[in-house]
């Protein structure tokens, strides 16, 4: 319970505004370069909310039922039965029975980068304390990762005895369930996706190009409902130099919206099948879709140089074209597949085309047999 806390004291202290401003904002920053930092701080502060409610509630349960028994001293109402609270303490924790794990399950780097901003922030007598910190939070971190893994896994389609191996990104490019995503997203020998919404589908990988980087999946689930039309189409030529483009992933379980700009016509070292975009991406972006101002599909995000910070790659959407026309001749599947060329949602707004499409992306694990 202590290494719990110590490990959530620096969240704790930056909700209650209890930082001096140069560790505030060293934590900012930290938390806008982390994803996962930023959840903790999100999810925590919503729970904190619900337990303030929920303690506003008590006290409110407790006033009526003082007041209730003396109105039944008095003999003015029959006795009734006793107020619980134990319900609403059950479904505060089925809720955010993931807060601690979320909070603890985050990589043994970022425990480091905690334990280091500590160290910052505390005279340097302290230094025996701060290596048990240190240490102390290390352990926390495997044994929430493995309970956040159990919890995960929880009414999940992936199978028993399996390990997953990668997750990433993916959008439909055909509303019967052909879904598109990076070859490399794939590291395992099977995959289960899952929308906007967190619903799970099991599904089949149709083709893997490595030399592309370009896999195509097939959702195969009785309770996958086929889209008849998709919102966006996926374009056939190339798009002009800063023009405005925006992304939808998940660097996390919750889809993530990104926006920026086209900044060279051509990939890394020149590549022609690949372009270079400016704008902030993570881990598990990969494979989602990049599209215009026009709600249109113009690549696949792939890989972020790591040298340059906002520097991303994305596959020209042309390359899905290619990969498809040749798989259908030797693929009976892929002969299946009709990719949209049009855009429904030119005109709106990018609130209104983010709702239309974020059904359309998906969150891609892929797993391996242990």
């Known amino acids: 319970m202590m290494e719990d806390i110590l490990l959530l004291e620096t ?49 409110l349960k407790n006033a009526l039922h003082t007041a209730h028994n003396n ?6 109402v029959n006795e009734g039965g006793p107020v619980s609270a134990k319900g609403k303490v059950i479904q505060l924790w089925d809720r955010y029975k993931r807060v601690t794990a979320i909070a603890a399950s985050i990589a043994g780097v ?27 939070v290390s352990q926390v971190v495997k044994n929430q990762q493995a309970i956040g ?54 599904a089949r990988i149709i083709n893997i190009d490595n ?38 992933g998940y660097p996390r379980e919750q889809i993530v919206y990104n926006m920026g700009y086209l900044s060279s016509e051509t990939g ?16 598990g972006n990969s494979g989602g879709p990049v599209f215009n101002k026009n709600g249109e599909i113009i690549g696949i995000l792939s890989t972020r140089e790591t040298s340059a910070e906002g520097v991303v790659f994305a596959i020209k959407s042309q390359e899905i ?25 030119r005109k709106k707004t990018r609130v209104e085309q983010i709702k239309e499409v974020s059904d359309c992306v998906y969150l891609v694990k892929s797993y391996a047999q242990k």
């Open 11 to 59: 969240i704790e202290r930056y909700l209650s505004g209890n930082m001096l401003p140069e560790e505030k904002n060293y934590f900012e920053q930290l938390r806008k370069n982390t994803p996962e930092i930023d959840q903790m701080v999100v999810e925590h502060k919503l729970f904190l909310q619900q337990m303030e409610h929920f303690s506003a509630n008590q006290n």
């Open 71 to 76: 109105l039944v001293e008095k003999g003015a």
């Open 110 to 136: 970022t425990a480091i980068v905690i334990s280091g901003l500590v160290s910052y922030f505390t005279p340097a007598s302290n230094n025996h304390e701060i290596q048990q910190l240190s240490r102390a």
């Open 149 to 202: 893994a159990k919890l995960d896994l929880v009414d999940s389609k992936i199978p028993k005895n399996v390990e997953l191996t990668s997750s990433g990104s993916a959008f439909l490019i055909d509303g019967k369930g052909y879904l598109v995503t990076n070859a490399h997203v794939l590291k395992g020998s099977g995959a289960v996706v899952a929308d906007s919404k967190g619903r799970e589908f099991n």
């Open 211 to 248: 030399a592309s980087d370009i896999a195509i999946l097939k959702i195969q689930d009785e309770e996958y409902k086929p889209v008849s039309s998709l919102p966006y189409g996926i374009k056939q030529s190339n798009i002009d130099l800063g023009e405005e483009l925006f992304t939808l």
């Open 268 to 283: 890394f070292k020149g590549d022609t099948a690949t372009c270079q975009i400016s704008l902030s991406a993570n881990p």
């Open 321 to 345: 074209y290619k990969l498809v026309n040749d798989l259908r001749e030797s693929d009976t599947a892929v002969q299946k597949i009709k990719m949209p060329v049009s855009s429904s949602i």
